[in-house]
């Protein structure tokens, strides 16, 4: 069984391309043509499961079409679109101590300016425009950005999921 800690995202499946199974996946690492991967995990119904790469092209920077073992026809690959597509940490080229934006969710966000104030948890980061932003909900239940600079990161422990900030004075006050 494979297990979420085991694996991190790095894309997601489109759309059937042709009728012979192929498939197109939008990623953000290619890792799996870097490391000569024979497998890509996907979420199906929330459910880690691995599948065989038969072959694989390029079809820009950050997609390419993907045929998988015994998905042979469009409607086989169309059961597969809009899945998650991770990759085995044990077979990633990747620094232990590196991390994606995918597996930070769920850190809590902790301001050492305020006496190690925290800030909230961890949702999600997008990452759409240049600026990447955290995605916190406060303890009080609110949503909230915070810039994700890496001159307002101080620490980060992976094992206790905790990343500690020094955010510039006044912006967690920019609602009030």
């Known amino acids: 069984m494979i297990r979420q800690e085991d694996v991190y995202k790095i894309g997601e ?8 199974g192929e498939l197109s ?12 991967a024979p497998y890509l995990v996907l979420a199906i119904d929330g459910i880690l499961v691995p599948f065989f790469m038969e072959e694989y092209r390029f079809k820009g ?3 390419a079409l993907v ?3 015994d998905i042979d026809t469009k409607e086989q690959a169309a059961a597969l679109t809009g899945c998650s597509v991770f990759f085995p940490k044990s077979l990633s080229d990747r620094d232990e101590n590196e991390i994606t ?3 930070i969710k769920g850190f809590m966000l902790i301001d050492n300016n305020i006496y190690n104030k925290e800030i909230g948890t961890i949702t999600s980061v997008d990452d759409s425009t240049a600026n990447v932003l955290f995605e916190v ?16 990161i101080q620490n980060m422990d992976t094992e206790k999921k905790i990343i500690t900030v ?6 967690l006050d920019l609602d009030d």
Request: aromatic share 12%; hydrophobic share 35%.
């Open 166 to 171: 020094s955010l510039p004075e006044g912006l």
């Open 25 to 36: 996946f939008m990623f953000d690492d290619d890792v799996f043509d870097r490391v000569d």
């Open 137 to 152: 909900k406060t303890p009080l239940g609110d949503n909230i950005l915070i810039p994700a600079a890496e001159e307002f």
């Open 61 to 63: 920077r950050s997609t």
């Open 13 to 20: 499946t489109g759309k059937p391309h042709g009728v012979k």
């Open 67 to 69: 045929k998988f073992c």
């Open 101 to 103: 934006w995918d597996e």
